[in-house]
């Protein structure tokens, strides 16, 4: 059966999953939802640790997908994506860290991203569609990861925009220099400047009836809705373990579509507990939780850049889900804040300790976890990014070299070229007019 999208404005019309993913967002600025979450069987989380992660994912996908997806293309996106494992790694009893960054590009945001582009290909040629263009802005990882997923695929070409001199200068690199079907578009200005240009161009009569325009930001249901399928993965790692009571799950947070890919998850039956949405001093969730007050603002920038975001854009998506039900939310979620001398500490502290290395964004989720962590409860926080990505913090932190990741350093090889804009919405559409 085909799944049906409404948006959370709900002053557009319900879609298909191919116009949900096409448009991105929908006409009434509303995020994408599906209307219903299905809840796998019993059966499935009985036999979850039997199944390699692609099974796992592949039965996901299809409670999801299933109906608007052949079976086989499906399956393939599904493998095709995870072409990488997310391994679980013991830091001390209870503190579990999931390493989501051994995808291509070295952050969590390579399975989103790989799905979407394989998705959106697939709709693009079934549907003998003009070229599509994708518009994405990014704090760091969304960029790499979305423009190495969607690189050199057919009938594609991609926009990244990105706050000049914002990025960590190896996240740079790992979208500037790839040419071919892949723009990127240096923005002088903040993320939140980038991301209010995108959703200024799905707004723009003349440029959405000359150009096929769609997101690649967590907002895209293609994108933030395969983040699930770790979550499964986690809990099939600890069932190996022989640990599955009271787990709770901690996601260093940006735009929350993470995390609500693992409010997904739990709908979908699978038992965690509850989550912890750990912030960087870019604290708005935070702050919800604590006064029931959503107060978005400009973002700041600190050393966790790619959880620099001052209006969460999925947040939406959790008033939604859980229908503004303030108390239930709070319930399920608990916030942590981490600022900058914290994450310092907590890099240094935890690699004394342990020998683990934590990226600056992990740093914010273990040091959520370890303040959180209630008796009896055993914690995974997701590591979103290789150290190695934040090279001078880290080395900055524990005083040696990083060695460097051999896919890393490939990118550092390339050439960069990019288009330079003020941060102003005339200037962008002149530029995407002329490439478009
Ligand atoms: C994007 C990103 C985050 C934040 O994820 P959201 O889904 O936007 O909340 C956290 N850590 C890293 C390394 C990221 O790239």
Same mark, same amino acid.
């Given at each position: 059966m085909?799944?049906?999208?409404y948006s959370?404005?709900?002053?557009s019309?319900e879609?298909?999953?191919?116009? /949900?993913?096409?448009k991105?967002?929908a006409?009434?600025? $509303?995020?994408y !939802?599906?209307e219903?979450?299905?809840?796998?069987p019993?059966?499935?989380y009985?036999k979850i640790s039997d199944?390699?992660?692609q099974?796992?994912?592949?039965?996901?996908?299809e409670a999801?997908?299933?109906?608007?997806v052949d079976?086989?293309?499906?399956k393939s =996106?599904?493998?095709?994506?995870?072409?990488?494992d997310?391994? &679980?790694v013991g830091? %001390?009893?209870?503190?579990?860290?999931?390493?989501?960054f051994?995808?291509?590009?070295l /952050?969590f945001?390579?399975?989103g991203?790989?799905?979407?582009a394989r998705l &959106?290909a697939? +709709?693009?040629?079934?549907?003998?569609l003009?070229?599509v263009n994708?518009l994405? /802005?990014t704090? %760091?990882?969304t960029?790499?990861?979305v *423009?190495?997923?969607?690189?050199?695929v057919?009938g594609?070409h991609?926009f990244?925009?990105y706050?000049k001199?914002k990025?960590?200068?190896?996240q740079?690199?790992q979208f500037?220099t790839?040419?071919?079907n892949i =723009?990127?578009?240096?923005?002088?200005g903040?993320?939140d400047d980038?991301?209010?240009?995108?959703?200024?161009a799905?707004?723009d009569?003349?440029l959405?009836?000359? #150009?096929n325009?769609?997101? *690649?930001n967590?907002?895209?249901?293609?994108?933030?809705l395969?983040?699930?399928f770790y979550? +499964?993965? *986690?809990y *099939?790692?600890?069932?190996?373990?022989?640990?599955h009571d009271?787990?709770?799950?901690?996601?260093?947070?940006g735009?929350f579509?993470n995390?609500?890919?693992?409010?997904?998850a739990?709908g979908?039956g699978?038992?965690?507990k509850?989550f912890?949405?750990?912030n960087n001093r870019n604290d708005?969730?935070?702050e919800? &939780?604590?006064? $029931?007050?959503?107060r978005?603002? /400009?973002?700041?920038?600190t050393?966790?850049n790619a #959880?620099?975001?001052g209006?969460?854009?999925n947040?939406?998506r959790?008033i939604?889900l859980y229908?503004?039900?303030?108390e239930?939310?709070k319930?399920?979620i608990s916030?942590w804040r981490?600022?900058d001398?914290k994450i310092?500490q907590t890099?240094?502290?935890?690699?004394r300790?342990t020998?683990?290395?934590?990226?600056?964004?992990?740093?914010c989720g273990y040091?959520?976890l370890?303040?959180?962590?209630?008796d009896?409860?055993?914690g995974v926080?997701l590591? =979103?990014?290789h150290?190695?990505?934040?090279?001078e913090?880290i080395?900055?932190?524990?005083?040696?070299?990083l060695e460097i990741?051999?896919?890393l350093q490939?990118? !550092?090889?390339?050439?960069k070229? =990019?288009?330079?804009?003020p941060?102003?919405f005339?200037?962008?559409?002149?530029?995407?007019?002329?490439?478009?």
């Amino acid at each position: 059966m085909c799944m049906k999208y409404y948006s959370t404005n709900r002053k557009s019309p319900e879609v298909g999953l191919k116009d /949900a993913v096409i448009k991105g967002l929908a006409p009434d600025r $509303g995020l994408y !939802m599906p209307e219903k979450i299905p809840v796998l069987p019993l059966s499935f989380y009985d036999k979850i640790s039997d199944f390699s992660f692609q099974e796992t994912a592949f039965r996901v996908a299809e409670a999801f997908f299933g109906g608007d997806v052949d079976n086989d293309i499906l399956k393939s =996106t599904v493998y095709d994506t995870l072409c990488f494992d997310t391994p &679980l790694v013991g830091l %001390g009893e209870r503190i579990f860290s999931l390493e989501l960054f051994h995808g291509p590009t070295l /952050a969590f945001k390579d399975v989103g991203a790989r799905f979407m582009a394989r998705l &959106l290909a697939y +709709f693009v040629k079934k549907e003998g569609l003009e070229r599509v263009n994708v518009l994405v /802005a990014t704090s %760091g990882d969304t960029g790499s990861a979305v *423009a190495n997923g969607f690189l050199g695929v057919e009938g594609i070409h991609v926009f990244v925009l990105y706050p000049k001199g914002k990025v960590s200068p190896i996240q740079e690199c790992q979208f500037t220099t790839l040419g071919q079907n892949i =723009t990127a578009v240096e923005v002088e200005g903040t993320f939140d400047d980038c991301q209010a240009l995108v959703k200024s161009a799905f707004l723009d009569g003349e440029l959405n009836a000359k #150009m096929n325009l769609t997101s *690649a930001n967590s907002i895209n249901v293609a994108r933030f809705l395969p983040q699930s399928f770790y979550y +499964f993965n *986690a809990y *099939a790692q600890l069932v190996r373990q022989g640990i599955h009571d009271n787990i709770v799950i901690c996601v260093p947070s940006g735009n929350f579509g993470n995390l609500t890919a693992g409010l997904f998850a739990r709908g979908m039956g699978l038992p965690v507990k509850r989550f912890i949405a750990a912030n960087n001093r870019n604290d708005v969730f935070y702050e919800y &939780l604590k006064t $029931g007050q959503y107060r978005p603002r /400009a973002s700041v920038q600190t050393l966790a850049n790619a #959880m620099d975001v001052g209006a969460p854009s999925n947040f939406t998506r959790i008033i939604d889900l859980y229908k503004d039900d303030y108390e239930k939310i709070k319930s399920l979620i608990s916030g942590w804040r981490t600022d900058d001398d914290k994450i310092r500490q907590t890099v240094a502290e935890c690699f004394r300790k342990t020998g683990y290395l934590l990226d600056p964004h992990g740093a914010c989720g273990y040091d959520a976890l370890q303040n959180l962590l209630r008796d009896g409860e055993t914690g995974v926080f997701l590591e =979103t990014a290789h150290p190695a990505k934040f090279r001078e913090t880290i080395e900055g932190i524990i005083g040696k070299p990083l060695e460097i990741p051999q896919k890393l350093q490939e990118f !550092m090889k390339g050439r960069k070229q =990019t288009v330079e804009i003020p941060a102003d919405f005339a200037a962008l559409k002149v530029e995407l007019l002329k490439r478009g």
